[in-house]
């Protein structure tokens, strides 16, 4: 991946992209307090739907505003910082709702740890190249991470409810839902290591240098 010196963007803080990412992190409180609600509360199955069809309205909106923002030539330096944090915030939430709510558990946790540590680690080293005034473009890789976390992710809030729903539907009694939702947490655990090293490997020289 290369690092290299850009023009900068507009703002456009008020662009319908950015109005869209706005609504992701909008969501965030929303999904929190149903998976609150379901766990701690002890409230019915249904806040745990109410949260995965919030949760899922929030992850669509991540194609949509890169997808707007590239077709209507409404790139800005705002949504370009702003879409990252979106997903960083959606993403660490559930994570730790799940966590507490033990669908995630036992060794998947160090999967959670693995992509928590990575994006803290990788958002430190966007701030500091920031102030050296050199951008850290996503690469295609990292983008397809992001998608296998919030699919992966969404397997696992519908958790014991998709598993009791598949049950009763194709009457198996293997928990299909959250098996696929840790695979798949593995899987983008693994690729969250190798973009990780992949940024710090491209920001060394920055690093070194200064």
Same mark, same amino acid.
């Given at each position: 991946?290369?690092?290299?010196?850009?023009?900068?963007?507009?703002?456009?803080?008020?662009?319908?992209?950015?109005?869209?990412?706005?609504?992701?992190?909008?969501?965030?409180?929303?999904?929190?307090?149903?998976?609150?609600?379901?766990?701690?509360?002890?409230?019915?199955?249904?806040?745990?739907?109410?949260?995965?069809?919030?949760?899922?309205?929030?992850?669509?909106?991540?194609?949509?505003?890169?997808?707007?923002?590239?077709?209507?030539?409404?790139?800005?330096?705002?949504?370009?910082?702003?879409?990252?944090?979106?997903?960083? /915030? #959606?993403?660490? !939430?559930? $994570? +730790?709702? &799940?966590?507490?709510?033990?669908?995630?558990?036992?060794?998947? @946790?160090?999967?959670?740890?693995?992509?928590?540590?990575?994006?803290?680690?990788?958002?430190?080293?966007?701030?500091?190249?920031?102030?050296?005034?050199?951008?850290?473009?996503?690469?295609?890789?990292?983008?397809?991470?992001?998608?296998?976390?919030?699919?992966?992710?969404?397997?696992?809030?519908?958790?014991?409810?998709?598993?009791?729903?598949?049950?009763?539907?194709?009457?198996?009694?293997?928990?299909?839902?959250?098996?696929?939702?840790?695979? /798949? #947490?593995?899987? !983008?655990? $693994? +690729?969250? &290591?190798?973009?990780?090293?992949?940024?710090?490997?491209?920001? @060394?020289?920055?690093?070194?240098?200064?």
């Amino acid at each position: 991946m290369d690092i290299a010196t850009s023009r900068p963007l507009p703002a456009r803080p008020y662009s319908l992209p950015n109005l869209l990412t706005y609504g992701r992190i909008a969501a965030v409180p929303l999904v929190v307090a149903c998976m609150y609600g379901q766990i701690i509360l002890e409230g019915g199955v249904w806040l745990r739907w109410v949260a995965l069809a919030l949760y899922v309205t929030a992850a669509v909106t991540d194609f949509f505003d890169g997808w707007l923002a590239r077709s209507w030539g409404q790139q800005s330096s705002f949504g370009r910082m702003l879409d990252p944090i979106a997903d960083k /915030l #959606l993403v660490s !939430s559930c $994570l +730790l709702m &799940l966590a507490a709510d033990h669908t995630i558990y036992g060794w998947s @946790l160090w999967a959670a740890i693995i992509i928590l540590c990575r994006e803290i680690l990788v958002s430190g080293l966007r701030e500091y190249l920031a102030e050296l005034r050199v951008p850290v473009p996503v690469t295609r890789l990292a983008k397809w991470k992001t998608v296998l976390q919030l699919v992966a992710i969404g397997f696992l809030l519908a958790g014991d409810a998709g598993d009791d729903w598949v049950a009763s539907t194709a009457y198996l009694g293997f928990p299909v839902v959250t098996f696929t939702g840790l695979t /798949l #947490l593995w899987v !983008s655990a $693994l +690729l969250t &290591l190798y973009t990780g090293y992949d940024y710090f490997r491209a920001g @060394l020289h920055h690093l070194i240098d200064e």
